[in-house]
């Protein structure tokens, strides 16, 4: 469905909460969208041209906070004591809905993860909300959450406040697929260290304490334990660290960990075991071993049925039909996202929209597709759909209450 001349836009529907309120409301954030997407493409483009990596994503702070300002936002620059963090509103009162953007790029690759469509996804989603909110309605929040790929940005940003009036919270992710359940689950990233002792690798090597070995056995074990893991389970390391010449042996090692499990507790037998690979692996060598953590945990994303279906629903509005709850299937499985911390304070969604490609997030072929004009197109219309959730959520107080009514219920 398109706008048409049905648009009347910043009515609101404070006085009537009815069926045609809220369709006029939605083409008149749909057209709000439309009407911003080529500027959106060119936001867009600036900051998968600028790739920053985590907390020092200067630039595209810089040009989202300048955009929403424009667009008649209340903004905050570095908010929440981070410099790269914002808050931009419009409106006041209740319900308050928060859209994240996200605008980190991977260390080598760039964009890879596509978080440029997610930047330009969150102003959309605002753009199309302003237009479509009325006096009294409620108020939008679009929330700039630096650094998720690894800093926890929106944990900060959660134990700083930024959640505490909040009734719901929702954000979009560039995929190869699409989908309003992603499975995303919990992670730990974690550093290890082995200590051991320098020698002459050929003449006295008897005087050594091979702090390689030690990381070799560890990454050995870990590999064996994979047949006693949980299928949702993941663990995988990168060597950083492994000597500096074959005729010393090494007194130090390291590597990086990343372990995850589809729930916290479940996380925290997983770590048990992959932290006794580690420990076993000291020693066998004899090495002092330095297990740390590389920034906080981010919990399992926790999608919200009732907003899912709400925008699965809206989604149809272009026609798309999505893969109800249960039917993703494995197509994304495995990832984390620190809007699983989100997830768990306010009702949340993270829906994943395709973009066409072949290849996965984290490679230079998904760089090179969140910067195409087709990807731009599926990130508009997944941006219409959510703002649509969005209103679904102001105009129908027994849509939200449901909504929290499942995010308090126990067996969640
Ligand atoms: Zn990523
Ligand atoms: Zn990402």
């Known amino acids: 469905m398109t706008s048409g001349p049905l648009v009347r836009a910043g009515t609101g529907f404070a006085t ?21 997407s080529a500027a959106l493409r060119e936001l867009s483009l600036d900051i998968h041209s600028h790739p920053e990596l985590n907390f020092e994503e200067e630039h595209a702070h810089e040009v ?12 905050e620059r570095s908010a929440y004591e981070l410099p790269t963090a914002f808050r931009a509103t419009f409106g006041s009162g209740s319900p308050a809905l928060a859209v994240f953007c996200e605008y980190d790029a991977l260390p080598g690759i760039g964009h890879a993860c596509g978080h440029n469509l997610i930047a330009a996804s969150g102003v959309a989603v605002g753009l199309g909300l302003k237009a479509a909110l009325g006096p009294g ?15 926890g940005g929106k944990i900060l940003m959660i134990e700083r406040g930024a959640l505490n009036d909040v009734d719901a919270a929702m954000m979009l992710h560039p995929s190869p697929v699409d989908g ?9 990233m974690l550093k290890v260290e082995y200590f051991g002792r320098n020698a002459h690798a050929a003449a006295f090597p008897w005087e050594g304490v091979n702090a390689l070995d030690a990381l070799v056995l560890a990454y050995s074990s870990i590999s064996a334990m994979r047949q006693q893991m949980r299928p949702t389970d993941r663990v995988h390391g990168v060597i950083t660290s492994g000597g500096v010449k074959p005729n010393i042996i090494p007194d130090y090692a390291a590597a990086e960990y990343y372990v995850r499990s589809s729930t916290a507790s479940e996380l925290a037998e ?17 090495c002092r071993l330095e297990l740390t953590s590389l920034g906080r945990p981010y919990r399992e994303v926790v999608t919200n049925d009732v907003i899912a279906e709400a925008y699965c629903e809206n989604m149809g509005r272009f026609e798309v039909r999505l893969p109800g709850r249960g039917q993703q299937g494995g197509a994304i499985g495995g990832a984390s996202t620190d809007m ?16 066409p490609t072949d290849a996965a997030n984290h490679t230079p072929g998904f760089t090179a597709a969140a910067a195409t004009p087709e990807a731009h197109a599926r990130m508009i219309r997944a941006a219409k759909a959510l703002a ?16 929290k009514r499942e995010f308090a219920a126990p067996e969640r």
């Not at 309605?137 to 800093?151: M, Q, T």
């Not at 129908?396 to 209450?401: C, G, V």
């Open 388 to 403: 649509c959730t969005a209103i679904d959520l102001y105009a129908k107080p027994e849509l939200l209450a449901s909504a």
């Open 16 to 36: 009537l909460r009815g069926m045609l309120d809220i369709e006029f409301a939605k083409r008149a954030a749909e057209a709000a969208i439309d009407d911003a």
């Open 270 to 286: 997983l770590h048990a075991k992959v932290a006794g690979c580690f420990e076993g692996a000291a020693t066998a060598t004899g």
């Open 340 to 355: 699983g911390d989100v997830s768990q304070v306010v009702p949340s969604i993270h829906p994943v929209f395709g973009i």
């Open 180 to 188: 309003a359940w992603p499975n995303m689950i919990a992670i730990e």
């Open 137 to 151: 309605n409620g108020a939008v929040l679009v929330f700039g959450s630096p650094a998720e790929e690894g800093g």
């Open 64 to 75: 989202l906070t300048r955009f929403l300002e424009q667009a008649g936002f209340e903004v």
